[in-house]
């Protein structure tokens, strides 16, 4: 167990206002849901009527009218998106959507991480100046693009900004802005992604075309709802919460992709990370086609992405989804390196001061790739239940740093007090959320930069990182250790970011254990207070965490997972921790 680390595990309560039981759901999911604040049905409406309103959003309304006109005077629209998987399905869907609504001339601009960095900035709008828009739309970015702006402004292209990003003291100069966070009582889905955010515009601009009687002409009008996959595959891979409307749109998306009506980029991906689009959950698209469409905008081009999600056919999309495969592969092993690395170096600064840890892990190597380090600020801040702040080299005297946080600490706030403290002196430009944000310094403020996180970090960070708990919904009936309760839970979902999946603790005997996979545990368990009955089991890195020098009895926190064999069909458990029982 790493220094200073307790793990206690916990059962969940169920919250006030959800004690009565919910009608026609079975007494299992009846109690998951509840545990998870769900006081009523209508929390599990997952009908697109079940939406809030498009004019509820502040600022969309403007914008709509904005991209209308744009529209029907043939205007040349050019989306700039982001590098990550947020950022590339909002371009995919700004792309597709305004096409579908009759745009004559929409081309989208993603910028080098490598070169430019984040977001819509002046060199950006350099770049842009021999495209000709006549219109600039940001997704997944833009609120805090103060320069940018002001250089499109300044070269007669108004902006419109869509983002979900928490915004700074005062906002740009956009023609308009579409911001959840802006005024997050205005609206009941503060909680969007940009791709959310995005999707949102779409429905409006449609709906103002609608209105002018665009479609009533020679366009036909679309159904928006077939870019709800993109919605999804957004909203799961930058692990927002998962409020009811997030619920709604993953829901929606998953869906059409089972029905094979999803976009042949996403269905692609899938096949390629060998998961079968017909069976697909949220899951899936966190872990299996997130990372290799991320890897894109890690080690290469995010173009790559997009062009696999704007694919027409299913030949082009195996073709870009083949290339996203390579790539994540060698993110995979450039990640592996820098993490050993980075193990190393913690460790080693542990025993230096005798078993104590640092509140905020503050890391460096001049060797590490900067489109990794936030893989590998999560897998310490996994590891050693810490936040961390990982740097890379970046451009000149510049490091790049990713912040990955953990539960009580607002990483973003945390980088703003630090800002504030040191009058803007040290963090050149800083952005993000409460559990992951990005910033920039000098490379001479290394040393000063480490010394104000020492003398910040222990008030915000306080106990937090002393204690990882583990909440779960309790002992699991030993008549529930079935596979058709395995595919009921994962149809119930779906399950992320404050809807988490149902995790299930209980003692249980080990009958026969082997390492697979260098790190995993293949296992067969049996519930120690059970009728004896054989179940399958992994437990993932269970080698890196000493899982498998336990003796034969333990207790577990685990999931129920439906394994898939050669098209069979099988009950799994999945430890997500084991400990000595006692």
């Known amino acids: 167990m790493t220094a200073g680390r307790i793990i206690e595990i916990r059962d969940r309560e169920l919250p006030q206002g959800a004690s009565r039981p919910l009608p026609d759901y079975p007494p299992l999911l009846d109690r998951i849901y509840r545990l998870r604040g769900v ?3 209508a929390e599990l409406d997952y009908r697109l009527g079940a939406m809030p309103r498009p004019d509820t959003l502040p600022g969309i309304d403007v914008a709509a009218e904005i991209l209308a006109d744009a529209i029907v005077t043939h205007g040349r629209i050019l989306v700039v ?3 990550d998987a947020d950022g590339a399905t909002s371009t995919a869907v700004a792309v597709r959507g305004l096409r579908a609504m009759g745009a004559g001339s929409v081309d989208y601009l993603v910028p080098d991480r490598f070169a430019l960095g984040y977001g819509l900035s002046a060199p950006l709008v350099e770049q842009a100046l021999p495209l000709e828009p006549s219109l600039i739309l940001t997704v997944d970015n833009g609120i805090s693009a103060h320069s940018g702006v002001e250089a499109a ?7 419109v900004v869509t983002d979900h990003h928490l915004p700074g003291s005062t906002l740009p100069e956009a023609a308009a802005i579409v911001n959840p966070q802006v005024n997050p009582e205005a609206f009941p889905g503060r909680h969007l992604a940009g791709v959310g955010v995005c999707f949102y515009l779409m429905l409006a601009v449609r709906q103002v ?13 679309p159904n928006l709802a077939n870019l709800l996959d993109l919605v999804a595959l957004g909203t799961v891979a930058d692990v927002v919460r998962l409020d009811h409307l997030n619920r709604l749109f993953v829901e929606q998306g998953l869906r059409r992709i089972r029905a094979g009506a999803g976009s042949q980029g996403i269905s692609a991906l899938l096949r390629v990370a060998g998961r079968d689009p017909a069976r697909a959950c949220a899951m899936d698209l966190g872990f299996a086609v997130a990372p290799r469409l991320n890897a894109a905008g890690r080690l290469d081009d995010m173009s790559v992405g997009i062009e696999a999600l704007l694919s027409e056919s299913e030949s082009e999309a195996d073709e870009r989804a083949a290339v996203l495969e390579a790539l994540n592969t060698k993110r995979r092993s450039v990640e592996r390196e820098m993490r050993d690395s980075a193990m190393t170096d913690v460790e080693t600064k542990i025993a230096e001061a005798e078993g104590r840890m640092e509140p905020v892990l503050c890391l460096f190597d001049a060797q590490w790739h900067q489109g990794v380090v936030g893989i590998v600020a999560g897998r310490l801040k996994e590891h050693f239940h810490r936040p961390v702040i990982a740097f890379a080299p970046g451009e000149t005297d510049e490091l790049k740093g990713s912040a990955r946080s953990i539960p009580g600490v607002h990483m973003r706030d945390l980088l703003e007090a630090i800002d504030t403290r040191t009058e803007g002196r040290l963090i050149r430009r800083y952005g993000g959320h409460a559990m992951a944000a990005g910033l920039q310094i000098a490379a001479s403020d290394l040393q000063a930069f480490e010394k104000a996180l020492s003398e910040i970090a222990p008030e915000w960070v306080g106990n937090h990182g002393e204690t990882q708990i583990l909440w779960t919904d309790g002992v ?7 596979l058709e309760t395995a595919r009921e839970l994962r149809l119930a ?3 992320g970011a404050g809807f988490p999946e149902p995790l299930f603790r209980d003692r249980f005997v080990i009958q026969s254990k082997r390492i697979v996979g260098e790190t995993h545990l293949k296992l067969t368990v049996s519930p120690a207070d059970g009728p004896g009955r054989a179940l399958d089991a992994i437990a993932f890195n269970a080698v890196d965490r000493g899982w498998d020098q336990l003796g034969d009895e333990v207790e577990g926190v685990f999931r129920l997972d439906v394994n898939v064999f050669r098209g069979r069909e099988s009950l799994q458990l999945v430890f997500d921790y084991l400990t000595a029982a006692t």
Do not use: K
């Not at 402004?153 to 902006?159: D, E, K, L, S, Y």
């Not at 002018?212 to 366009?219: A, L, N, T």
């Not at 699991?476 to 079935?482: E, N, R, W």
């Open 81 to 83: 998106g982001d590098f």
């Open 209 to 221: 075309l609608r209105d002018r009687g665009w479609f009533e002409q020679e366009h036909q009008e």
């Open 493 to 495: 979902g779906p399950w």
């Open 39 to 41: 006081a009523d049905v």
């Open 153 to 159: 402004n300044a070269a007669g292209i108004p902006v």
């Open 476 to 482: 699991l009936a030993a008549s529930a250790y079935t």
